[in-house]
């Protein structure tokens, strides 16, 4: 469903005013926070658990909500967006320190393979196997969710 701008804006001032109207603007908005959020975390639970985290998020800050030229479905998904990203940061954070070192100076500080070899004082070939355990580990703790 698409949603107009000028509906939002009646269902936020509204919800402002009496927060149990937020009902509202839940339900309008419900299924594609949702399924942003779905396409970026593959664990069902972990969305859901997101999705539900986003509206509380925008519920409790919705008294601070601004017009500001861009739609309220905007400032949903900045939500959405800043929740995935720390449901990701969690998960690395979980990792071993090696593995963790390792995948933030590759990805993080986008460093080759023989700078992170010199950088922790290991071989290359040292270097990839803990990439490839981390990328496993947390790929096992992001899809084990799911089951």
């Known amino acids: 469903m698409v949603t107009d701008e000028a509906d939002d804006k009646v ?19 419900f299924d594609r926070v949702y399924a942003f959020i779905a396409r970026r975390v593959p664990a069902r639970l972990d969305a859901q658990d997101l999705t539900a985290e986003v509206f509380q998020q925008a519920l409790a800050a919705l008294p601070r909500f601004e017009w500001r030229g861009v739609p309220f479905a905007a400032w949903l998904y900045r939500i959405a967006g800043n929740a995935v ?10 990792l071993p320190e090696d593995q963790r070192r390792v995948i933030g100076l590759r990805f993080g500080e986008d460093k080759s393979i023989a700078d992170i070899a010199r950088a ?23 899809d084990g969710d799911d089951g």
Request: no cysteine; aromatic share 6%.
């Open 11 to 29: 269902l936020v001032e509204s919800a402002q005013r009496d927060p149990r109207r937020f009902a509202d603007l839940y339900a309008r908005h």
């Open 85 to 94: 990203a720390d449901h990701y940061q969690r998960h690395v954070r979980e």
């Open 120 to 142: 922790l004082g290991r071989s290359e070939g040292a270097v990839k196997q803990l990439q490839l355990r981390a990328l496993r580990s947390l790929r096992a703790r992001l």
